[in-house]
T-cell receptor, first 117, second 113 residues
């Protein structure tokens, strides 16, 4: 149980285009999902907290107009990188919090590697 | 604010050696503490956790004890295998931060046969 999937697992796009990454909780409902960014050989940086049915809360320094987050259902959150540039190339990881009684543990997706050329 | 400090790597060991990765934290209140493992090209997997002082988390031969007096949560394994090669992240979830996870910088472990 407690499986989180991400799609795609990797994507290559051209500079100036937009890319959408999906994060799904497969066997539980997640009112809260988190989006992280990880640079090579570095730790995870929290980008934003996504709450079902409401606007995402972005961490300081993260451009909300560039990284659009939508959490339209209890099992799906999406991150859209708009007008991508090479500096947006990174490993994006989502996590989902199961608030059904298992506590507030976060379950992580396998990550999406974005390369912008 | 909350913070987690863990020893820098890489840590290189021979198979069957003893592994210790130090982790200390700063947080208000009574955070929950976690160790996550990340294998190459993959996301994070929860390795173990502890939610209150003196709790010991354990999984797959790894152990860590929540020490409030020293604000530490060191990870140990008595006999590592090549398959334990990965990056290990210490993290805390603090009530004051809305239960968001704060990660340490990660420690890369390489186990050689």
């Amino acid at each position: 149980g407690a499986v989180v999937s991400q799609h795609p697992s990797w994507v290559i796009c051209k500079s100036g285009t937009s890319v959408k990454i999906e994060c799904r909780s497969l066997d539980f409902q997640a009112t809260t999902m988190f989006w992280y960014r990880q640079f090579p050989k570095q730790s995870l940086m929290l980008m934003a907290t996504s709450n079902e049915g409401s606007k995402a809360t972005y961490e300081q320094g993260v451009e909300k107009d560039k990284f659009l987050i939508n959490h339209a259902s209890l099992t799906l959150s999406t991150l859209t990188v708009t007008s991508a540039h090479p500096e947006d190339s990174s490993f994006y990881i989502c996590s989902a919090r199961d608030t059904s009684g298992r506590g507030y543990e976060q379950y992580f997706g396998p990550g999406t590697r974005l390369t912008v050329t | 604010g909350d913070s987690v400090t863990q020893m820098e790597g890489p840590v290189t060991l021979s198979e069957e050696a003893f592994l210790t990765i130090n982790c200390t934290y700063t947080a208000t209140g009574y955070p929950s503490l976690f160790w996550y493992v990340q294998y190459p090209g993959e996301g994070l997997q929860l390795l173990l956790k502890a939610t209150k002082a003196d709790d010991k988390g354990s999984n797959k031969g790894f152990e860590a004890t929540y020490r409030k007096e020293t604000t530490s949560f060191h990870l140990e394994k008595g006999s590592v295998q090549v398959s334990d090669s990965a990056v290990y992240f210490c993290a805390l979830s603090g009530q004051a931060a809305g239960n968001k996870l704060t990660f340490g910088g990660g420690t890369r472990v390489l186990v050689k046969p």
